[in-house]
């Protein structure tokens, strides 16, 4: 008896087994495929199995075939007799170039049918191929051309009997127009012309391109090589909704602007990203274009990665009302009078104005880009101190300025934006949060990761308490110069209670750098610890023995502050050296990693963006160190500064009134001086950008000068020959 139970048992332990494997992976046996249920349809997946026709073995009742990648050429008129449920069919991606005509006679259930990576040429496509297919929603016929036969049209016989059709996928054919057949589609609203590799060539859309196709609401255009746009091409499509031209880098903004022209007010989203060349220089936005989508519906704008500029002075007040979402990433904007007309963007709820991701700055070699351009100022938006562009902008959720390379902006720039809830100013070069945020009471999110914040200031951490007391925030502050020393102390303990209560996140700590000096820093994974061992540090000694030592050492003092003050850059450059790690070497026996260190106040950028860098790095094959390029973001400036200097052959300074006021600036020029007189290399090279009284100058570049180690920018007349000077400098 014991033994007969236990192989009951046994045999009911096995059909469970079997039935849990069952429901949990409803898996069925259709060799080669992989067959299962899913919400009441069965799907047979075939995809990638090299084969050459549709296998016999699958289920009559079978309602998807995924059959994408195989080396099926041709389909016959009785390649799916035995499959006649089907809904879904792909067969993408294989060598099909021949259809026999009652191929698809019996799939009246067919809604999905995807041909699309094949080598099917429209023309031969049978006018009743379709016929049957009168359920059909979805077809994609794109990446199919690849020749460059004038007499390719478009399919329209073949596919005119798809009464139920809404959605169509085709390559792109170079002058060519969607015939009349087009018109009997009364469902087709959603059209995308696209192809891979580079196949999809339309090159110009005419009036007549898009003539039978009233009905379209979405259209797609990507990457087929646009060049132009007849003025109103989109005049007949009555209820459009979505346009994205994306990825047609010859259309440029005149382009849109000739397929905004009589736009149906229905717009409600254009897409337009990478439709500039992409060494195009000082884009602008202007009235026309914006004129063209007053009286469109239009909520969201996408214009990434088009190197823009500014926007026409009044532009922005013919956008209209309804827009709440903008994205500009990867543009070129500067601070101009087109600011001003943000205000009357009152809807706006999410804009980014992220800039370029990657470290370097996108400096783009004239010769590269032929195309004259009327704009002579064309900077990284880096400035913005004027004041509060934004100021208007009380519905705004979203605000993305990442990557922009700011250094400095009005304390009022984000006055009044009281629906902020998400702020992101990161990989920037921001060195302080001087805003006031007290009135951002939906702020979720402050991202400054990548800038050069050593901490908060006890008014702001108050400010995000405040805040936090009503619902949970992140503060990123990763990636920054945080200062391990007893004057940052409080902010460190504010990280300490704040993350103790909850209510605000820092994210992930390991990615948290703080410095006890300009080299030694630790991970603040373990923020507790470090500032327990921080209070520990900077206790104060009592107060009598302070003032016993202090009189003590007043007379010392005294004596050492002439010889210290008289020798501080030197001594600044001893500890910077020494510290890094930079030992003096002979000029023979160094490998230099830059043949110069451009030193420059902001003021200058545009001379050392727009004429130096072009003239030197792009004509002459240079490399140069350009602080804003080049040093290491969130490691302390005064190691960048002596890196540069040690790593660069000459050190370049664009000496002007404002190079003078700048405290890094004069800072650069005594480390660079100070390594001339230790080393005996040649270090200092001055270029004069104006005349500036003698006693206004430094003694250490008044030796320069008078030593002849400067060249004089000529403001006026030929400059050929200070171009040939300074190259030959920078090259004995």
Not at 27 to 44: M, R, T
Not at 330 to 357: H, K, M, P, Q, T
Not at 587 to 595: G, M, R
Request: glycine share 4%; proline share 3%.
């Amino acid at each position: 008896m014991r033994v007969q139970f236990h192989n009951e048992l046994w045999t009911l332990m096995l059909l469970a087994s079997i039935a849990v494997v069952n429901v949990v992976f409803n898996q069925h046996l259709c060799p080669p495929c992989k067959c299962f249920d899913s919400n009441g349809s069965f799907i047979a997946n075939c995809s990638h199995k090299s084969l050459d026709r549709v296998p016999s073995s699958l289920p009559n009742y079978t309602k998807e075939l995924l059959f994408s990648g195989n080396n099926v050429t041709k389909l016959s008129n009785d390649s799916f007799v035995t499959i006649p449920l089907l809904t879904r069919l792909d067969l993408s991606n294989n060598n099909v170039s021949l259809i026999e005509t009652a191929a698809f006679a019996n799939m009246s259930n067919l809604r999905y049918l995807s041909l699309q990576g094949n080598n099917l040429a429209y023309n031969n496509l049978s006018s009743s191929m379709f016929q049957n297919l009168q359920n059909l929603t979805v077809l994609y016929l794109n990446n199919n051309i690849d020749t460059d036969d004038a007499t390719v049209e478009y399919p329209s016989d073949a596919i005119q009997r798809l009464s139920s059709l809404t959605t169509l996928y085709v390559d792109g054919l170079k002058d060519k127009i969607f015939a009349s057949g087009f018109s009997k589609l009364n469902n087709l609203i959603n059209l995308t012309i696209e192809s891979s590799n580079k196949k999809c060539d339309m090159y110009n859309i005419t009036l007549h391109t898009f003539k039978y196709l009233p009905y379209l609401e979405h259209v797609k255009i990507i990457q087929c090589n646009l060049h132009f746009i007849a003025q109103g091409s989109f005049r007949h499509q009555h209820h459009l909704k979505t346009l994205d031209l994306s990825h047609n880098n010859a259309l440029t903004f005149k382009g849109v602007t000739h397929a905004t022209h009589g736009i149906a007010s229905s717009l409600e989203g254009l897409f337009i990203d990478e439709i500039v060349h992409p060494y195009a220089i000082c884009v602008i936005i202007t009235k026309e274009f914006c004129k063209n989508l007053n009286r469109t519906s239009l909520t969201e704008l996408h214009a990434n990665m088009n190197r823009v500029t500014v926007f026409q002075a009044g532009a922005l007040r013919f956008l209209p009302k309804s827009l709440k979402k903008v994205y500009l990433k990867g543009n070129r904007f500067e601070y101009d009078a087109y600011v001003r007309d943000i205000s009357s963007l009152v809807g706006l709820e999410v804009v980014d104005l992220g800039g370029y991701a990657n470290k370097k700055l996108p400096f783009q070699s004239l010769a590269d880009f032929n195309q004259t351009s009327t704009c002579t100022d064309c900077t990284v938006l880096g400035n913005i101190s004027g004041g509060d562009m934004f100021k208007s902008l009380s519905q705004l959720q979203t605000l993305d300025l990442s990557a922009n390379y700011i250094n400095n902006y009005s304390s009022i720039l984000f006055s009044n934006m009281s629906s902020l809830r998400e702020l992101i100013i990161s990989r920037n070069r921001i060195y302080a949060l001087r805003f006031d945020i007290s009135h951002m009471k939906n702020l979720r999110l402050l991202q400054c990761s990548g800038n050069e914040l050593p901490g908060l200031t006890e008014d702001f951490t108050t400010s995000l308490d405040k805040l936090s007391d009503h619902h949970k925030m992140t503060v990123d502050l990763s990636q920054n110069p945080i200062q391990c020393t007893c004057i940052n102390l409080p902010f460190l303990s504010w990280m300490v209670t704040a993350k103790a209560k909850g209510r605000i996140s820092f994210g992930n700590l390991s990615e948290y750098d703080c410095y006890y000096d300009e080299v030694h820093s630790v991970i603040l994974d373990d923020l507790e610890k470090i500032v327990a061992d921080l209070n520990v540090s900077c206790q104060s000694f009592p107060y009598h023995f302070i003032f016993f030592v202090g009189m003590s050492l007043v007379v010392l003092v005294t004596l050492l502050c002439s010889l210290l003050y008289r020798f501080r850059w030197k001594l600044k450059y001893l500890y910077y050296a020494a510290r890094h790690g930079y030992h003096t070497t002979h000029p023979s026996n160094h490998t230099f990693v830059f043949d110069a260190f451009v030193s420059f106040a902001e003021e200058d950028r545009d001379f050392v963006v727009n004429e130096l860098l072009v003239k030197l790095e792009d004509e002459s094959d240079m490399r140069l160190n350009f602080h804003q390029r080049d040093f290491t973001p969130g490691r302390p400036i005064a190691h960048n500064i002596i890196e540069a200097v040690k790593t660069s052959k000459r050190t370049l300074v664009i000496l002007s009134r404002e190079f003078l006021k700048s405290h890094w600036c004069v800072h650069e020029l005594q480390m660079a001086h100070m390594e001339s007189v230790s080393t005996g290399r040649d270090v200092l090279l001055i270029v004069m950008m104006e005349h500036i009284p003698t006693n206004k100058i430094p003694v250490e570049i008044l030796y320069h000068i008078q030593s002849d180690s400067y060249l004089e920018y000529p403001l006026e007349g030929e400059k050929l020959m200070f171009w040939r000077n300074l190259i030959g400098c920078l090259r004995d």
